[in-house]
C-alpha cells in the first residue's frame, strides 16, 4: 500500500466541548465524584477539566491530599491526548493505596 491510498483521509477535527463530556464520563466511571468541577475520591481532590477554546486544560494531584493538593497540569489537544490523560489517571489511582487518602 502506498501513501496515495490514503489521500483526503482526515481525521475529525477536536472538537474540545464534545471531549469534555466525555472525560467527565470517563472519570466518573473510574470511580471519582465531581463537586465544583473538581472530582474528588472520597473526599480527596484527584483531578480537574477546564474548557479552553482549542482544547482542555486536564490538572492531576501528584499525591492525595485533603489539605492543599500539589497540581501537575497538562493541555490535551486530541482524543488521543484525552484517553491518555485517562489511562494515566487509572495507574495512578491502583497505585494510590488507601493510606493516600
Partial sequence: ??????????????NPAEALQRLRRDLRELGLAE????FERRGCAIAR????????KAQTV????????????KT?????????????LKK???AWSDRDD
Fill in 35 to 38: 463537586r465544583a468541577g473538581v
Fill in 92 to 94: 495512578r489511582l491502583a
Fill in 1 to 14: 500500500m502506498n501513501d496515495d491510498d490514503f489521500l483526503g483521509f482526515a481525521p475529525p477535527a477536536f
Fill in 62 to 73: 501528584k499525591r492525595p491530599s485533603r489539605s492543599s493538593p500539589e497540581w501537575q497540569s
Fill in 76 to 88: 490535551l489537544r486530541s482524543s488521543a491526548d484525552a484517553r491518555d490523560f485517562v489511562a494515566d
Fill in 49 to 56: 477539566v477546564d474548557l479552553d477554546d482549542t482544547a482542555l
